[in-house]
């Protein structure tokens, strides 16, 4: 049948000698080590589409990581989550197994992956986003000296043992999950990082569900919009007001930080010195979070000292900061061409109107930065069944997304 549709069978090892980097791989259930083995040694570090049980491979190999690291090295550029896009194949499953039931249980357990072709200054700013926070020396300078070497061995450990960014970002795609695999040369091990904290694992948490929503997906593609849109002027710097208190939750937070994360990884696709320009501010801010902030590359910064670094080609990030506060603060700055803004806009500008008669220069600010007539804004993805509202009233599976907006 297989020939009759125009395949060409050949033989088991002849198929891998046909892989590269514009193939479109389809494995189902061989088991990561034949994938492995048939891969190794072969150089390719890439695939323009793949479809298989992904998934259970990349856990397979991760499983295996000390005893047989070369599985990692083979298979984490493949399927690597920061280069690729992936989603399940369509159909009614059940549970996403083998023969998880529905009408197709052949595809219950599949997945699709696909590669965006990137120009490499996309491909040096996603692994030095990874890179750095995972934990390497934020030096983007001293990231791409490595990267145009041939990735020499430029880092090492306390006990003088060399490591490699391409063997770190290329293969130890899960060690912010599990920071106790780390290895040198893929086979001896070091000391562990220290362990997340309760912070960065409800982080996790929040992630694994935010990836698998329809919502990560529209989001992404409303940054590469508006990466586009400002493709003569890109965006520079990212400057977070206002996330970090615990106010409400410290879950609210978290889930803003999930979002300014990949906003801040897409921004740096377009200009990677985005990643050297990451700031927060928030007066009261806790321990953990300004822990958490630090890790992922931002620089904690006071008060005032935030709105100085404000500037056309900024994304100012303000989710429910009282305008009385930001007002006098923002005044003077040049806010009326802001490249973006995430944050409560529409409420923050009625509120602005409704007090124009008593506090005229609320207006003056808003007006002018959130001016409906020059920008684009569009609500931040997530579910809304009590509509745009702020708060647990609200009724959306992402209670700290659903007042917000993009501008």
Not at 52 to 78: F, M, Q, R, W, Y
Not at 85 to 108: M, S
Not at 184 to 190: A, E, F, K, L, T
Not at 284 to 296: A, N, Q, T, V
Request: charge should be negative; proline fraction near 6%.
């Amino acid at each position: 049948m297989l020939i009759n549709h125009g395949c060409k069978v050949v033989e088991n090892p002849a198929a891998f000698d046909l892989v590269n980097a514009n193939t479109f791989l389809m494995s189902t259930y061989i088991g990561v080590s034949n994938l492995v083995g048939g891969l190794q040694g072969k150089g390719v570090q890439e695939l323009a589409l793949f479809i298989g049980d992904g998934d259970e491979i990349l856990e397979a190999a991760t499983a295996s990581i000390l005893v047989k690291p070369h599985e990692t090295k083979v298979i984490g550029p493949l399927l690597d989550e920061n280069l690729c896009n992936h989603q399940d194949v369509p159909t009614d499953r059940r549970e996403k197994i083998h023969n998880g039931g529905g009408q197709f249980v052949g595809l219950t357990g599949l997945d699709i992956w696909w590669r965006p072709v990137r120009s490499k200054d996309e491909i040096l700013a996603v692994l030095f986003e990874n890179a750095r926070t995972l934990g390497f020396p934020p030096d983007l300078r001293e990231f791409e000296q490595a990267y145009n070497r041939g990735w020499k061995s430029i880092i090492k450990d306390p006990k003088e043992e060399d490591r490699t960014w391409l063997e770190y970002v290329k293969g130890q795609r899960w060690l912010s999950d599990q920071p106790q695999v780390l290895t040198i040369g893929w086979d001896q091990p070091v000391p562990a990082l220290p362990m997340p904290s309760n912070e960065e694992l409800s982080l996790f948490h929040f992630k694994s569900k935010w990836i698998v929503s329809p919502f990560a997906q529209t989001l992404e593609d409303l940054l590469r919009q508006i990466t586009m849109d400002r493709q003569s002027s890109p965006i520079s710097n990212i400057v977070c007001l206002g996330i970090g208190a615990g106010a409400n939750s410290m879950a609210y937070d978290l889930e803003r930080f999930m979002i300014v994360l990949q906003i801040s990884k897409r921004l740096a696709r377009e200009n990677p010195l985005v990643l050297d320009n990451l700031y927060v501010q928030e007066q009261h801010m806790s321990p953990g979070m300004r822990d958490l902030f630090i890790k992922y590359g931002f620089k904690v910064v006071q008060n005032l000292a935030a709105f100085d670094l404000i500037g056309p080609n900024t994304c100012l990030i303000s989710p429910y900061v009282r305008i009385q506060i930001l007002a006098p603060l923002l005044l003077g700055k040049p806010i009326e061409n802001l490249a973006m803004f995430v944050g409560d806009g529409e409420s923050m500008l009625q509120d602005a109107q409704r007090l124009a008669g008593s506090e005229p220069g609320v207006l003056e600010v808003f007006g002018s930065m959130l001016d409906v007539d020059s920008r684009n804004m569009v609500d931040v993805p997530c579910d809304r069944p009590n509509g745009k509202v702020y708060g647990p009233d609200n009724g959306s599976a992402w209670p700290a997304l659903a007042g917000l907006d993009i501008w």
